[in-house]
Each structure stands twice: as C-alpha cells, then as structure tokens.
C-alpha cells in the first residue's frame, strides 16, 4: 500500500512563509508526478503545483505563481512546496498526491493521496 505523509502545516500571519514537505513509500522508478492540491472550507478542490519525479517539468496554478514553488527530492522520495507571502486566500487543507501516469492538474489523474495538512494564514 502506498503511502503519503505529509507535514510542515500550520498557523501563520499574512505575509509569512511556509515549507511543506510529502514522503512517499514507493520507489522511485515508479512515480511519474508528485503534486499539491487544496481545499478551502466550502470550496472544490484545487490544483497548487506538481513536478515530474525526474524534476525536469512542473506546473504552477496562476493563484500562486510567483510565490509558491514545488522541489523534489528523488533521493529521499519527497517532493516539497515552499510557500512564501503567504495571503490569508491560501488558508486550505493542503494535499500531497502522486500519479503513476501523467504530470497533471487534474485531480483524476492521481492514483494516491495523502491526509491533508492544514494551513491557516491570518491577517
């Protein structure tokens, strides 16, 4: 069973930064893509950003370009999202996901998800 931990959530003050991290229990060789999405209370999920395994493509949602960017470690099997200027807009559960696939936005194209971790940005 493949498993994603995430961690690095938590409480901060508009204009701060933050550094996500997403460990995976599969190898290497068998990821395609790592990426972030998120859920607003009340609101559809969304896509954040993704990076191909071998670090070599990403994507980026317009909400956060310039501001948030998405790392990998194929080492290490994490991939991680640094968060900076961070706007109370971002405040969501933040999610890890991995697809065997396709370096995607889209949410179906990712076989494997983590828990969520929560990120509060207040004003």
């Known amino acids: 069973q493949v498993q994603l931990v995430e961690s690095g959530g938590g409480l901060v003050q508009a204009g701060d930064s933050l550094r996500l991290s997403c460990a995976a229990s599969?190898?290497?060789?068998?990821?395609?893509?790592m990426g972030w999405f998120r859920q607003a209370s009340g609101k559809d999920r969304e896509f954040v950003a993704a990076?191909?395994?071998?670090?070599?493509?990403?994507r980026i949602a317009d909400s956060v370009k310039g501001r948030f960017t998405i790392s990998r470690d194929s080492a290490k099997n994490t991939v991680n999202l640094q968060m900076n200027s961070l706007k109370p807009e971002d405040t969501a559960v933040y999610y890890c996901?991995?697809?065997?696939?396709?370096?995607?936005?889209?949410?179906?194209?990712?076989?494997?998800w983590g828990q969520g971790t929560q990120v509060t940005v207040s004003s």
């Open positions: 996901a991995l697809s065997l696939l396709a370096l995607s936005t889209n949410g179906i194209h990712y076989q494997y």
């Open positions: 599969l190898r290497t060789g068998s990821i395609y893509a």
């Open positions: 990076i191909r395994s071998n670090g070599d493509s990403t």
